[in-house]
Structure formats: C-alpha cells, structure tokens
Nanobody
Framework: QVQLVESGGGLVQAGGSLRLSCAAS????????MAWYRQAPGKEREFVAA????????GYADSVKGRFTISSDNAKNTVYLQMNNLKPEDTGVYYCKGTFGANVYWGQGTQVTVSS
C-alpha cells in the first residue's frame, strides 16, 4: 500500500506563486510515474503535469506550460509542483497521483485558490 499526502495549497493573488508537495510513503518503488491533476468546482478532474521518477521525463497540460514545473526528490520520496504566474482559472483542488506498476494511488487533495 502506498500513501500520498499533498500539501502547500492556499490562497494567492493572480500573478503569485505556490509550491505543492506530494510525499509518498509505504511500499514505493524506484521506477514509477507521478502526476498532478486538478478539479475545479463543477468540472471534471484534469491532468496538469507528470514526471517519470526514474528517468525524469516530464509532461504538461498546454494550459500550464511555461508557468508550472514538476520535479522530484527521490531521497525524500516527494514530488513537487512549482506554480508561477497563477491565474484565477488555476483555482481548484490539486491531487497527486502515483502509478506503481499496475496500481494507482491518489492523495486527498489540496485546495488552491487564486483571486483576481
């Protein structure tokens, strides 16, 4: 079993920055994929960014390219999402997703609110 715990959300003005963290614990592996998703009120959950833990390859949704950066610290089993130049449309609950072999785990989410 793997546990994912997000932190770092909050209220920020448009143009500001936040850094989200997702700490993984339990039975983790050296090769897996981590991703961030978000869900705005009344909308479906959508992909934001992903990173392959071993290789470091990364991918981003078009809406966040150039503003968000995903990174990882293998020693701390933690993945980060640095969010710059935040916009009101970035508001939502941000979830961490971990794919470990055939198993998928989700964190409980952290709220990000961007005021205009």
């Amino acid at each position: 079993q793997v546990q994912l715990v997000e932190s770092g959300g909050g209220l920020v003005q448009a143009g500001g920055s936040l850094r989200l963290s997702c700490a993984a614990s339990g039975r983790t592996f050296s090769s897996y994929r981590m991703a961030w998703y978000r869900q705005a009120p009344g909308k479906e959950r959508e992909f934001v960014a992903a990173i392959a833990w071993s290789g470091g390859s990364r991918g981003y949704a078009d809406s966040v390219k150039g503003r968000f950066t995903i990174s990882s610290d293998n020693a701390k089993n933690t993945v980060y999402l640095q969010m710059n130049n935040l916009k009101p449309e970035d508001t939502g609950v941000y979830y961490c997703k971990g794919t470990f072999g055939a198993n998928v785990y989700w964190g409980q989410g952290t709220q990000v609110t961007v005021s205009s």
